[in-house]
């Protein structure tokens, strides 16, 4: 079997794949369903800040001009700002929120797809077992958690395969174990996308490269390689890496959530549906089988066979209720920041799954022809049983959608402004894209600063939520709000009490927050905050204004110079490698 594509090959699988991807969601498209996920108005509003900031010309790295009640909070910049882009662009092409969510999805399934087809060849699985393992890939939780919930990690997992693509290459590759663009670019991306996924794939290929090391006969050359592709990773990600140090350096940052009780989240065998949480009838035995006979048939595999199940079940064992997460927790507090251990299951449901495609199609060439049709329809059954699966989902969820309780497709009920289903329905369809965002109201307080003598917990105890709804979404009134050419937010109120007062505005303040008050330059450690970073300034009698920008420590311009660079470096040396190739 040849791992060489053609290109009839691959456009023949794009085409099915894209069948089967809209099979799948027939019934959203046809309905035009919304899903109201548990993270919808997080990431809908990173999107629509994008697509107002490339329509209305005026940008702002940093702060949040447009969504978060135009609250300058900073989200985009340590979020996968380079992905918030394409979606901002998505959105700014079908400027409905119903037809955005089915196309994103699309892609999203559609990604992780063609993401596991390529890696399967790489592995050199025929074309149609590597068809069979991206339709099996696609319909998984952790991929379906996007299109279903919202929850960024499955953009993050509908990328992951390619990470492992340069990772068995550097282990059967004795020519060259490291190629630095093809290592560099599925790192960035990740890293583009969702940072925790990159993370967690990263560790998930250490293994890999510990032992095409090993086997490395030039070492140096490894080392050198393996620098280059570090360093193209970081130029391309340059970004993202200045956000990180100029927010973080200047502000101490309320991060996502902490889970104490991390067990709640681990993911076990189930007889039941795929979801993040249980593994389901299909995948459960899928997962054993392959484990099983991964096992009996140890000292028939080569070595790389041997690492993909390997690192598959650890990986499957980190995600479950084996490891004692609550008790690790509560000694190791870093470790609630990875917040959900089913996290972990985007590498076993790559891993597994490719190895279990290995042993049936190892089986598959062993067979006479009768029984190379029964196994290959076994392995067309299980592929076939879990679209159904994931189709059975979407119906559901399209139903929820048109019925009383449309918000219950996520823990949406505490947020509602709205309670009339229909009213609901029409906000998320209506041409004004922000009466979505006045409907679903949640107060999350991730990235917003916090006095330097707190840490999380405390703040955790006061409320941060009810914070953030008292002194940001519940208090709008009175204000006008102006965007200026630059990208600074500009507030203004009329104090009718005939005295000066002290008044909480709704604006978050970062270290490196650029402040004005009625034309008077304050600098941010001069001015009173909120435990939540929100502006508490000196209403004087008459017209009040306050003015909010940013401006970060070494400019932006550099880094995307710095991101520019790896992106020429990445192609010249992708062009000087082939032409060496190509001589030898």
């Not at 996968?80 to 892609?107: C, E, H, N, P, T």
């Not at 919202?150 to 992951?160: D, I, L, R, T, Y």
């Not at 299951?345 to 598959?364: C, E, H, K, Q, R």
Request: aromatic content about 14%; some cysteine.
């Amino acid at each position: 079997m040849s791992s060489k594509l053609s290109k009839k090959e691959v456009l023949k699988m794009l085409l099915f794949l894209a069948i089967v991807v809209f099979l799948m969601m027939s019934i959203q498209v046809y309905k035009k369903a919304i899903f109201l996920g548990d993270d919808i108005t997080f990431h809908y509003q990173r999107f629509y800040e994008m697509y107002m900031q490339i329509k209305n010309g005026n940008l702002n790295y940093f702060q949040s001009i447009y969504s978060f009640n135009s609250s300058g909070r900073i989200i985009n910049a340590l979020y996968g700002y380079d992905f918030a882009i394409i979606q901002g662009i998505i959105l700014s092409i079908f400027r409905s929120w119903a037809k955005f969510q089915i196309v994103s999805s699309f892609l999203c399934f559609y990604t992780s797809g063609a993401s596991m087809y390529f890696l399967a060849r790489t592995i050199k699985l025929s074309p149609k077992f590597s068809f069979i393992g991206s339709v099996m890939y696609m319909t998984t939780s952790v991929v379906s958690s996007y299109p279903l919930y919202q929850a960024f990690n499955g953009w993050g997992a509908a990328f992951v395969p390619l990470l492992f693509i340069p990772a068995i290459k550097s282990v059967v590759d004795s020519k060259e174990r490291i190629n630095p663009v093809y290592l560099a670019i599925p790192v960035s991306i990740l890293l583009s996308v969702h940072t925790l996924s990159a993370l967690i794939g990263v560790l998930a290929i250490i293994p890999f490269y510990i032992v095409s090391f090993l086997l490395e006969k030039k070492k140096l050359r490894w080392i050198k390689n393996g620098f280059i592709a570090v360093l193209l990773a970081l130029l391309l990600v340059a970004n993202t890496i200045f956000s990180y140090i100029d927010v973080y350096s200047s502000n101490k940052i309320y991060g996502p959530t902490l889970i104490q009780k991390m067990s709640d989240f681990s993911a076990i065998p189930t007889l039941g549906g795929n979801d993040l949480k249980s593994l389901g009838l299909v995948v459960s035995i899928v997962f054993i089988f392959q484990i099983a006979y991964s096992i009996l048939n140890w000292n028939k595999y080569p070595l790389i066979y041997k690492l993909i199940n390997s690192v598959g079940i650890v990986f499957l064992v980190l995600s479950s209720t084996i490891i004692p997460w609550d008790a690790l927790a509560a000694r190791l507090d870093f470790l609630q920041v990875l917040q959900f251990p089913h996290r972990f299951l985007m590498i076993p449901y790559v891993l597994l799954l490719l190895g279990f495609l290995i042993t049936i199609s190892d089986l598959y060439s062993k067979l006479g022809e009768a029984n190379k049709s029964v196994l290959f329809s076994i392995a067309v059954t299980i592929a076939g049983l879990m679209v159904f699966g994931l189709n059975s989902a979407i119906t559901n969820k399209t139903t929820i959608w048109f019925s009383d309780s449309p918000q219950n497709n996520g823990n949406n009920g505490y947020a509602l402004r709205e309670r009339n289903p229909q009213k609901i329905r029409d906000g998320f369809k209506d041409k004004d894209l922000t009466k979505a965002f006045e409907i679903v109201v949640k107060g999350t307080s991730d990235y917003l600063p916090m006095p330097e003598n707190e840490d999380a917990e405390d703040l955790l105890n006061k409320g941060p939520y009810g914070m953030y709804y008292r002194e940001i979404v519940d208090n709008q009134k009175g204000y006008k709000r102006k965007i200026s050419d630059n990208g600074s937010i500009i507030l203004s109120w009329e104090n009718t009490t005939g005295k000066t007062e002290e008044k909480v505005v709704p604006v978050i303040i970062y270290g490196h927050s650029v402040v004005k008050l009625n034309g008077s330059e304050i600098k941010p450690t001069e001015l009173s905050k909120t435990e939540i970073g929100v502006a508490k300034v000196k209403s004087i009698p008459g017209r009040n204004e306050l003015v909010v920008g940013y401006k970060p420590l070494i400019s932006m311009k550099i880094a995307f110079a710095l991101k520019m660079i790896g992106l020429i470096s990445s192609v010249l040396f992708l062009f000087l490698n082939n032409n060496k190739k190509r001589k030898h």
